[in-house]
């Protein structure tokens, strides 16, 4: 299991590669496939649980989610999301973000913001949580951003996206995301400080990138612009609950081979106990 020391020393040495995951048999698959780090992103709203942004999910489905994936992926570094209005001062932050890390036995937590989170990262890493930041496309201000749209287009709001990935590295944050922003300003941000940048929608020049789950194997039903399906799962599962379906239906499943069965020895003398105690038999 790579530690958040060994994380930021990966800089510049190796791409880092991040997934995210929400339940057991993902977290598997990706501590079988070499994952780096997972994380268990506040996305889950959209992707397991039906929303249709990150904003209802609370810090309960968070640990509830985080718990699974830890029992799947005991060997992987797993950093957690902080949800929606649950660290907006150093108290509430710090009471959060213990009930992460004792309850999912998370190895860190992220969260969204710049300037403005700083004293909450300081307190937390005072703390001894390790702490990766967010910035760009940031899901918890959706409504502010008004929709889902590339951020840091502007100069200004280029010069501050770099001035808040500048104070999070100077902090002692682990990793910086960067998310829904352009390449140059990716590659700018993440040759101008020590920390490591991991890209998700901001292009190539970035120290690591991470996806999510459901996109990068073909589950979503819509992909997004960044996203590559490196799998068709979506269409395996449909095919084959089809092909259930069809088994069923012209009574091949389950075959002879796929049940169980009784000796005709032990069949018999059920029967001949069953009958003999019927109302009216003779005994």
Known sequence: MLTAPEIRALKGQ?????????????????????????????????TTMGYDSTIPVTLSDMIHHATMVRRGAPHTMMIVDFPFLTYPDVPTALTNARRIMQESLANGVKLEGGHDVIPVVDALIKEKVPVIGHLGLTPQSVHVMGGYKVQA????????????????????????????????????????????TIGIGAGPHVDGQVLVFHDCLGLSPHVPKFARPFADIRNIMIQGLQDYRQAVMDHSFPHNSETYHITDNAWNHFLQEYQSSEPGSSQ
């Open 14 to 46: 190796r791409p880092l590669v991040w997934m995210t995951a929400y339940d057991v048999i993902q977290a598997q698959v990706s501590e079988e496939a070499g994952i780096d780090v997972i994380l268990v992103g506040d996305s889950l709203g959209m």
């Open 153 to 196: 287009k502007t100069s200004e709001s280029i010069a501050r996206l770099i001035r808040d990935a500048e104070e999070l590295s100077a902090h002692g944050v682990t990793a910086i995301v960067l998310e829904g922003i352009p390449d140059r300003v990716a590659r700018f941000v993440t040759d101008h400080i020590d920390t490591p």
